[in-house]
């Protein structure tokens, strides 16, 4: 339950009635708010009235809790803005200079961001598995070259040593939306992280996976659409496009599509790019490589370089008629 208390007293209230043994409570400060959390209790058992305290009866991430649109930070990046912000990069950092050389060209390109797996979810453990720390050091390199922010996929709280003081923005990824123990963590920090929907889960579960971060006082959230299994199978993912709306009319917060994933193929990828923009997605994340044939994952849906400086100016044009 959440309660938003009306005098700096209140604490004290809640302490002075603190009956139940399994009674237990967390104050955070979330846009710019003191928020006292609540688990397991029923509203008739707490103390509260109309002069102590507001019992909000909706989730955090919810526009009944936040009316007006939130604003994620990154570096000097601005998501949730007019302007529609752009990550790009590899599917996975492989080396030094195919890192590089794809950050220099997307940045060149009109990227905001840049994206790169070091951890990389295989579905077989005999894939190329990312270069870890090793990759982190790499996107650090990157950052400092071309000054984009970076965005990475943390895969297990066991890496985090690696990425803590370096990454900028920490992706979940569909196999961990609905890992609670790692969202749990996640909102114990303050680096704003990019939560992409799970393979099957529902707008509403992935909307309740934001909620774990959020109520552990991280505000920086940015919810990424990857795409859901379907019966389909010339796309990888079916991209509900209804889904971005529909996060639109349920969320103050910032939305991101990804159109690589779902594409599956990278000719599919620039069109699937323009119905998120028009549907009012906030960010993109693309992947894009300097020789995909080559790429050690994901190699069918990355682009070339070609075919994202195509894809940014007619995504350009999208963006002007629909945040312009
Ligand atoms: C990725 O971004 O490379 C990735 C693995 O994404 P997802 O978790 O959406 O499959
Ligand atoms: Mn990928």
């Known amino acids: 339950m959440i309660i938003i208390p009306k005098s700096s007293v209140y604490e004290e209230v809640l302490k002075d009635n603190m009956m139940d043994s399994t009674f237990s409570y967390r104050v955070i400060d979330l846009y710019g708010r003191k928020i006292i959390l609540t688990e397991g209790q029923s509203p008739s058992s707490l103390p509260i009235d109309s002069e102590t305290a507001l019992l909000v009866n909706a989730n955090l991430y919810s526009k009944d809790f936040k009316q007006d649109k939130t604003t994620v930070q990154v570096g000097d990046v601005s998501i949730g803005e007019k302007k529609l912000v752009v990550a790009a990069g590899p599917c996975a950092v492989e080396s030094e200079s195919q890192l590089l050389e794809t950050a220099e060209a997307v940045k060149a390109l009109g990227a905001d961001m840049l994206r790169g797996g070091a951890f990389k979810p295989r579905t077989s453990p005999y894939s190329f598995q990312g270069l870890g720390q090793k990759g982190i050091q790499l996107l650090m390199k990157a950052r400092e070259e071309t000054g984009l922010p970076v965005v990475t996929e943390l ?96 969320t103050h917060l910032p939305v991101c599509a990804d159109p690589s994933h779902p594409a599956g193929r990278r000719e599919l990828v620039e069109s699937l790019a323009l119905g998120a923009v028009a549907s009012g997605a906030d960010m993109l994340e693309i992947e894009v490589h300097r020789d995909p044939d080559n790429a050690l994952s994901d190699s069918s849906q990355q682009l070339t370089l070609e075919m994202f400086g195509r894809l940014m100016k007619n995504v350009r044009k999208i963006e002007e008629i629909v945040r312009g």
């Open 155 to 250: 895969l297990d709280i066991s890496d985090y040593a690696a990425f803590q003081n370096n990454v900028d923005m920490i992706q979940v990824g569909a196999r961990n939306a609905q890992n609670f123990t790692l969202l749990r963590f996640l909102g114990t920090l303050k680096t704003p992280i990019l939560l992409k929907n799970g393979l099957a889960t529902t707008v509403n579960e992935w909307l309740g996976s934001s909620e774990y971060i959020l109520s552990g006082g991280n505000e920086n959230v940015v919810m990424c659409y990857r795409g859901n299994r379907s019966f389909e199978n010339y796309t990888r993912f079916n991209m509900d496009i209804g889904s971005i709306a529909s996060l639109r009319n349920l």
